[in-house]
């Protein structure tokens, strides 16, 4: 079985920090594109960050950026989402996934991801 968990959600302060992290276990995941989205009640699952496997870039979504870090860790802890200066909006579910290495576009979008995990709550209070 493949599986992605996240960790490091909870409640902190606005203007404060969080440091997501997603653990693997099945395969290794050195090799795939790996993305953050976040999820609020009635709401699709937005598109946070991203970090391609072959280059190394990275891409934000526009509410986060210069605010959010995006990084490898390794095979078995594939991405990690640094939070800083937080905002009560970024309150929502972050989710952690993984796209498989034939895909190279459509990458902001949660259709295009293999594998997901269960997600972490992340709440900024104000």
């Known amino acids: 079985q493949v599986q992605l968990v996240e960790s490091g959600g909870g409640l902190v302060q606005a203007g404060g920090s969080l440091r997501l992290s997603c653990a693997a276990s099945?395969?290794?995941?050195?090799?795939?594109?790996m993305g953050w989205f976040r999820q609020t009640p009635g709401k699709e699952r937005e598109f946070v960050a991203r970090i391609s496997w072959s280059s190394g870039s990275t891409d934000y979504a526009d509410s986060v950026k210069g605010r959010f870090t995006i990084s490898r860790e390794n095979a078995n802890n594939p991405v990690i989402l640094q939070m800083n200066s937080l905002k009560p909006d970024d309150t929502a579910v972050y989710f952690c996934?993984?796209?498989?290495?034939?895909?190279?576009?459509?990458?902001?979008?949660?259709?295009?991801?293999?594998?997901w995990g269960r997600g972490t709550q992340v709440t900024v209070s104000s």
């Open positions: 996934a993984a796209a498989a290495p034939r895909k190279a576009y459509g990458l902001r979008s949660a259709a295009t991801y293999d594998y």
């Open positions: 099945g395969r290794t995941f050195s090799s795939y594109s």
